[in-house]
């Protein structure tokens, strides 16, 4: 009986340890993905005053990296652009919430490899509960994340940002996920009304949301030291000269295109780079931290970040 108890205990330790043997450790156990609505550049990073992201540019910008260089290079709406994040496939994939992504999502490999690894997808945008699962054969309906999106789910609507907040920070101490993808309405939201003092409160306010969530996970003793975060934009919007401006988005100007992107981590250096990379190279870097198999993963590991 004890032995059969001391075998049980042990053996997996030793397969744990041999597998990992030929594979790279890091210092990462839980990701978070951090996605700001349809910011432009031009009024974040982009803008050298950085007004607008004051907690961002004076209290967290130097703990990580920021790349200057970072782009959509796919479709430049918010359900496409997402979809580049959590498959890295760039998809012509229906921005309504019509459709789940062709290929499976970084959740779903984390999932696949551990059954019981807890994995969250929080949004403002009920739409985006389709990035929970996939069309592809051997993926569909399997490994998928637990969602919080919208109101109450796909076809509820929109949820204001402060209540998306509060269910991050719920879903983070209950269950302490190991990767996450939280994404907030705004800017994008007000933008699309035309009103600029409204799309620059929302660039204001997320900028805020982002301190809350970077004070939980330096101070939080579950994440602390061992999170890497990424925080970025699924489109940025058109340059003032191009259709109506900040109020839209969706071609491939500069201003749909170029968006923020931050790295931390304890497996990332520290610095302001200019590397040409994109969306997709967000979850091909998240493949090789997390140690997941990357099948259908199309972007390139950003080895760059690493020390
Ligand atoms: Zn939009
Ligand atoms: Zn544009």
Redesign the pocket.
């Known amino acids: 009986m004890k032995k059969t108890l001391l075998i049980s205990l042990v053996l997996p330790i030793m397969l744990n340890s041999c597998s990992k043997d030929s594979l790279k450790e890091y210092k990462t156990e839980n990701v978070i993905i951090m996605v700001v609505d349809g910011q432009r550049y031009s009024e974040s990073w982009g803008d050298s005053t950085h007004q607008y992201i004051p907690h961002f540019s004076t209290e967290i910008a130097d703990f990580g990296i920021v790349n200057t260089a970072f782009y959509n290079n796919g479709l430049?709406s918010t359900v496409p652009g997402f979809t580049a994040i959590t498959t890295g496939v760039y998809q012509e994939i229906n921005n309504s919430g019509q459709e789940s992504p062709i290929y499976p999502s970084i959740f779903q490999y984390l999932i696949e490899k551990d059954s019981t690894a807890p994995a969250w997808i929080i949004n403002s945008k009920d739409k985006l509960a389709v990035l929970g699962n996939c069309q592809q054969t051997n993926w569909s309906n399997k490994y998928m994340p637990l969602l919080d999106c919208g109101i109450d789910g796909l076809g509820s609507g929109y949820r204001h940002d402060t209540l998306t907040l509060a269910r991050f920070f719920n879903v983070m101490s209950e269950y302490h996920p190991k990767l996450t993808l939280l994404g907030f309405r705004e800017p994008d939201f007000s933008a699309h009304t035309n009103s600029w003092d409204d799309y620059i409160e929302g660039i204001i306010n997320t900028d805020e949301y982002i301190y809350r969530v970077w004070n939980y996970i330096q101070n939080d003793p579950h994440y602390s030291g061992r999170t890497t975060l990424f925080i970025t934009n699924d489109h940025?919007?058109?340059?003032d000269n191009?259709?109506d401006g900040f109020k839209s988005?969706?071609?491939?100007?500069d201003?749909?295109r170029h968006i923020n992107f931050f790295a931390y981590g304890p497996d990332f250096k520290k610095g302001v780079i200019n590397h040409s990379r994109e969306l997709i190279d967000i979850p091909a870097t998240i493949t090789e931290i997390l140690q997941l198999n990357a099948e259908y993963v199309e972007g390139k590991i950003m080895y760059e970040l690493f020390e």
């Open positions: 430049t940025g919007r058109h340059l191009i259709g988005h969706g071609d491939g100007c201003g749909c």
